[in-house]
């Protein structure tokens, strides 16, 4: 059993910059496959960055891809989500999650939140204009 706790969130303004925190407790954090979803009010949860169980491949959503930087250290086992130049539509309450490390090389399953075992509490993330 693995539990994840996000930390980091916060209201910033635009073009500000935040570092979300997602530390595991057990055993098996350095086997699984990573990754940040996002959901705003109303929507669904929306995959954002994944990162595999060796740091080695990562992967990004279009619209973050150059302002946001998903990294890992196994030895505290922790995830994080550097978030630069932030924008008001990446408002949204932000989850880490957990799942196998084969999760990474299996193409889009990636992006499902039902391909995820383990789920953090979530983290607020407001960005003002």
């Known amino acids: 059993q693995v539990q994840l706790v996000e930390s980091g969130g916060g209201l910033v303004q635009a073009g500000d910059s935040l570092r979300l925190s997602c530390t595991a407790s057990g055993r098996t954090f350095s086997s699984q496959t990573m990754a940040w979803f996002r959901q705003a009010p109303g929507k669904g949860r929306d995959i954002v960055a994944v990162?595999?169980?060796?740091?080695?491949?990562?992967y990004y959503i279009n619209s973050v891809k150059g302002r946001f930087t998903i990294s890992r250290d196994n030895a505290k086992n922790t995830v994080y989500l550097q978030m630069n130049s932030l924008k008001p539509e990446d408002t949204a309450v932000y989850y880490c999650a957990g799942g196998s490390s084969s999760l990474i090389r299996r193409g889009s399953y990636v992006h499902s939140p039902t391909s995820y075992d383990y789920w953090g509490q979530g983290t607020q993330v407001t960005v003002s204009s």
């Open positions: 990162i595999s169980w060796s740091g080695d491949i990562t």
